[in-house]
């Protein structure tokens, strides 16, 4: 399913829904979260601790000093102290409440995004393909950040039901009238809450939806600049990129609406509430029912109430997109799609045997650029033997499946019927990355790290110069590599972008043959350069002695007659194999399809500088 197209949390439970992520948070981080709520209670209860020390130096310092004319320093330095005293201990609270609720919710959000990326790297690769980068980055950043962004609130909120209790009481005592108008306060503030939330889970769900798009669309802008700019289509990639950001910020403006029509009441009810108070309180001090330090207590204690309150209210506002953020992120750590290993390590000296037996693989109908229809097919009942040490060439049409066996060899996918077999192994049985410690793969469309030469070769593994130089000679790619402003430490720019494509796909094709595959493929990796090159490049394979079999996909005749053995697939079938001269005269579709590729003057492409 979509990610992106999540239906809205439903409108009840949300709240119970909201809490219940919030548990799951507080099972993750039940000490640094329990330290939060310890710093909240020890706040709200020198809040209301506060109120009662400023009551009390009213009735027992400010008031006799008034009615006396004379100031009692020993009450007054008692009344400083404790006012003090209560202080400190208020922003003790304070401290230990954003410290370990701040520590709560970026650690949950560290953790989810690691859960997440984790995640994607287990799917296969048929889910990704199905899914926008963009897509993909919104939910590891966006609905991450959303999810847990009420936890550092949540502290405060909890502390105050408890200073919420210990006021009750407190107005109770103090006095009863007073007490039965703040109580009034509290559930119109609860109903409008509730309206303010059941107001705002639509919008935050069209919201974090639209988000997800302006990444998408921001990030496909940027992969496909070159392809903007060489066309001419920067007004209407911006025009596009427009339009998704324009009903963004109609759903946050539709947002806006919303609070700036509840804040405000939300906002005036307690200084109302405490306006009220004074007006009753007054007479009944006048009255002699109440005393004034008591009045002074209950209305600064409703004062400092007035933002606790809101808080709770706030938390349960961000619920509605918290609750969509948890299902998109959801929706990720529960697809469907594990690649499954076994407990094999495999490995041998030497080059590897591979073979394919009675594979049939279907692509999954929405796969892109796959028919729709019932029965679409990548391959049907191919089986294929590369003996060891052998270079094979898969020919055949765009679209006829080479691409495809090339994926299964490597394990980018697994065959819905039949078996992949390395050195009499199925791939299936094989432990977690015994595939790739023995097979490497290039593609056609390298793709090159914003780092330096020798990192985009190793990936941080172990070798030496002398090993990527190596490595280097082998793919052709020595020479331009050593005219680079700081050789193997020039930095390349993002996805290489610095280099010509042929450059590229020498650097791709040295960082697999650093690490001395026993099973190399090289999918149609040479198709940028020169054929001069692309020939020196295999003759050197050949001749390396490495401990490699070879599987290429290839077009040019040049090329193909290098391989010991071609194997020509049409419409996901091996319809013949032999030598290059055996199938030019057998196979009058090969040869059709050879010598629409071969060109004996030069193809355009680059060549070795």
């Known amino acids: ?32 979260f329990s330290l939060a709520v310890a710093g909240a209670a020890l706040y ?98 966006s609905d991450v950040e959303t999810t847990w962004y009420p936890m550092a609130p949540l502290p405060f909120a909890t502390g105050v039901v408890l200073m919420l209790v210990v006021t009750a009481v407190a107005l109770l005592v103090t006095d009863g009238y007073l007490a039965l108008i703040a109580f009034l306060v509290g559930p119109v503030m609860g109903y409008l809450n509730y309206r303010y939330n059941r107001r705002m889970e639509d919008p935050a769900t069209r919201s974090q939806q639209l988000r997800a798009a302006v990444s998408a669309r921001a990030h496909e802008s940027f992969d496909g600049a070159l392809v903007v700019k060489t066309l001419g289509r920067e007004r209407a990639e911006t025009d596009a990129f427009r339009g998704e950001s324009e009903r963004l910020r109609d759903e946050l403006v539709d947002l806006g609406r919303i609070r700036a029509l509840y804040d405000p009441v939300l906002e005036a009810l307690p200084n109302i509430a405490v306006l009220a108070i004074l007006l009753v309180g007054a007479a009944r001090v006048a009255g002699g029912e109440l005393s004034t330090g008591s009045l002074v207590t209950f209305a600064y204690l409703f004062t400092l109430l007035a933002f606790p309150v809101r808080l709770i209210g706030f938390v349960l506002s961000e619920f509605p997109r918290s609750v969509v953020g948890w299902d ?118 390298s793709f090159l790290f914003d780092d330096s030469v020798r990192e985009n070769v190793t990936l941080g593994a172990a070798y030496t110069d002398a090993e ?62 020169d054929t001069r090159i692309e020939a020196a490049i295999l003759r050197g394979l050949q001749e390396a002695e490495l401990p490699s079999t070879i599987v290429v996909v290839a077009y040019r005749g040049a090329t193909i007659a290098l391989a010991d053995e071609i194997v020509f697939v049409q419409a996901g079938e091996i319809q013949a194999r032999g030598s290059h001269d055996e199938l030019l005269l057998a196979v009058p579709a090969y040869a059709r399809l050879v010598h629409a590729y071969d060109d004996p003057a030069h193809d355009g492409s680059e060549t070795d500088r």
């Open 1 to 32: 399913m979509n990610a992106s197209a999540l239906p809205p949390a439903s409108s009840r439970g949300i709240v119970r829904r909201g809490l219940g992520i919030a548990w799951a948070g507080i099972r993750e981080q039940p000490r640094m």
């Open 44 to 141: 709200g209860l020198m809040t209301v601790a506060s109120a009662v020390v400023l009551g009390e130096v009213t009735d027992r310092v400010v008031i006799p000093a008034l009615e006396a004319g004379r100031l009692d320093r020993v009450a007054l330095a008692v009344g400083c102290a404790a006012i003090v005293g209560v202080g400190m201990l208020k922003a003790v609270g304070i401290i230990v409440r954003r410290t370990a609720a701040t520590y709560v919710q970026y650690k949950l959000e560290a953790t989810f995004r690691e859960r997440v990326t984790r995640r994607y790297q287990q799917l296969p690769l048929a889910w990704h393909q199905r899914r926008s980068t963009g897509e993909l980055l919104s939910i590891a950043n």
């Open 328 to 445: 998109r992120i959801q929706a990720v750590l529960g697809a469907d799609g594990d690649v499954d290993y076994g407990a094999a390590a495999g490995g041998a000296d030497g080059p590897a045997a591979v073979d394919l037996v009675a594979v049939t693989f279907r692509y999954p109908l929405d796969s892109p650029g796959v028919s729709t229809h019932a029965g679409s097919r990548g391959l049907r009942d191919v089986t294929l033997e590369a003996n060891p040490g052998r270079t094979i060439a898969l020919v055949g049409p765009t679209g006829a499946g080479k691409s495809t066996i090339a994926s299964l060899l490597v394990r980018l996918a697994d065959p819905g019927e039949g078996a992949v077999r390395l050195d009499g192994h199925d791939l299936r049985t094989l432990r977690r990355g015994a595939v790739s410690q023995q097979a490497a793969i290039v593609f056609q469309h």
């Open 468 to 529: 990527v130089e190596q490595a280097l000679r082998l793919a052709q790619a020595s020479r331009f590599v050593a005219e680079l402003p700081a050789g193997l430490d020039t930095v390349l720019g993002e996805r290489g972008t610095s280099l010509s494509g042929g450059q590229r796909q020498r650097l791709a094709l040295a960082r697999a043959l650093v690490r001395r595959p026993r099973l190399l493929i090289l999918d149609d990796a040479t198709s940028s350069v």
